[in-house]
């Protein structure tokens, strides 16, 4: 079954049978608010790991090794080596933007490193978990989930989020939102019944955030 909470999908189907308790995938496209969602998980006592945290601290625990691998266009940038300053993610940003072959070299540096402590942590946990990641299709984990919560947002919604927290231009936003017109795909390819509620957009007031945490707390109750 799929529930849409405030254009918030659930899709629930049992993958672990050997295990007595739930992963629960969560994602969503730029900037529909996933991690708004994360934090309600969170207060209902849900353990919740930020996979795009560990995204960043793999960047910064293997920068030597992503110097290594990109020292050219590094240089080119007028970059060198310091081991103690923090990796310039900006950099590397437009290093491997629209070059497939350079994204695949850091993605075989950082993606191991990620689904080996993702995946720790999941066998770690004693109860329902969250895994709370932006690209969670490319997990090693996700054949292993239980359910998937994903978050869409309406497009102007979105678009006005991203400028007032990314501060991006106008352009480079457009360009994010049309390089995911095919995100729901990966995870819609099945016969589902779908439920939809209304979305708080911009403003989350507190009768529509009440009726969020209603609608979650119906779901997660359903679990047990």
């Known amino acids: 079954m799929i529930i849409i ?14 295990l007595i308790y739930m992963i629960i995938g969560l994602t969503g496209i730029y900037c529909a608010g996933k991690n708004h969602v994360a934090s309600l998980l969170k207060t209902r006592n849900l353990p919740v790991l930020d996979v795009d945290k560990l995204g960043y601290q793999a960047l910064e625990s293997e920068k030597k090794v992503i110097y290594t ?20 993610r900006h950099l ?17 540096i950082i993606h191991p490193v990620v689904n080996r402590e993702t995946n720790e942590w999941a066998a770690a946990q004693t109860g329902n978990c969250v895994i ?5 299709h490319r997990s090693s984990i996700f054949n292993k989930l239980d359910c998937i919560i994903l ?10 989020r991203a400028k007032r927290r ?5 352009r480079e936003i457009l360009r994010r939102f049309a390089s995911q017109k095919d995100f729901n795909t990966q995870y819609l ?10 979305n708080p957009g911009l403003c989350r007031t507190g009768s529509r955030n009440a009726k969020l945490q209603r609608q979650i707390d119906k779901i997660l109750e359903g679990m047990n």
Request: proline share 6%; no cysteine.
């Open 5 to 18: 909470i405030y254009n918030t999908i659930f899709s629930h189907t049992v993958l672990n049978a050997d």
């Open 69 to 88: 691998q990109f020292a050219s266009d590094f240089q080119k940038a007028g970059k060198s080596w310091q081991p103690e300053s923090p990796l310039d």
């Open 92 to 108: 590397l940003g437009k290093i491997v933007f629209g070059n497939p072959e350079k994204l695949a070299a850091l993605e075989a």
């Open 132 to 136: 709370n990641a932006a690209l969670l």
């Open 151 to 160: 978050v869409t947002a309406p497009f102007f919604t979105r678009l006005l």
């Open 166 to 170: 990314d501060k991006l231009p106008w």
């Open 189 to 198: 390819s099945i016969n589902a019944e779908i439920y939809r509620v209304g």
